[in-house]
């Protein structure tokens, strides 16, 4: 039951945000082609919902292998910075 009512409290919460999503995503394009306010927005069809998530999953994806190359990147710089810098703080006296 507790299986349930969670599967269904997840359903709800993505509807939500898909349908806040497709909002923003509409009244954004609107704005960006100057279209105007549009009066009514239209409700996710399946079709349209599934391509919609494909393209968030996408680009989810593609953010993290992102964020990750960058973050693995900088703590490489941290940890070569580091090393040179003690190395020089060591034969300074002997210069």
Same mark, same amino acid.
């Given at each position: 039951?507790?299986?349930? #009512?969670?599967?269904? @409290?997840?359903?709800?919460? $993505?509807?939500?945000?898909? @349908?806040?999503?497709? /909002?923003?995503? !509409? +009244?954004? +394009?609107?704005?960006?082609?100057?279209?105007? +306010?549009? %009066?009514?927005?239209?409700?996710?069809? $399946? @079709?349209? &919902? #599934? $391509?919609?998530? @494909?393209?968030?999953?996408?680009? %989810? #994806?593609?953010? *993290?292998? &992102? &964020?990750? #190359?960058? /973050?693995? $990147?900088? *703590?490489?710089? !941290?940890?070569?910075?580091?090393?040179?810098?003690?190395?020089? &703080?060591?034969?300074?006296?002997?210069?």
């Amino acid at each position: 039951m507790l299986s349930l #009512i969670f599967i269904l @409290a997840l359903l709800l919460i $993505e509807y939500f945000l898909f @349908a806040v999503y497709n /909002w923003c995503e !509409v +009244k954004t +394009k609107m704005w960006i082609m100057n279209l105007g +306010k549009p %009066t009514t927005i239209p409700n996710l069809n $399946e @079709a349209m &919902a #599934i $391509e919609l998530g @494909a393209n968030l999953l996408g680009e %989810t #994806i593609v953010f *993290s292998i &992102a &964020a990750g #190359i960058l /973050w693995v $990147e900088y *703590s490489r710089q !941290v940890r070569n910075f580091s090393v040179n810098f003690m190395c020089s &703080a060591e034969m300074t006296p002997f210069l």
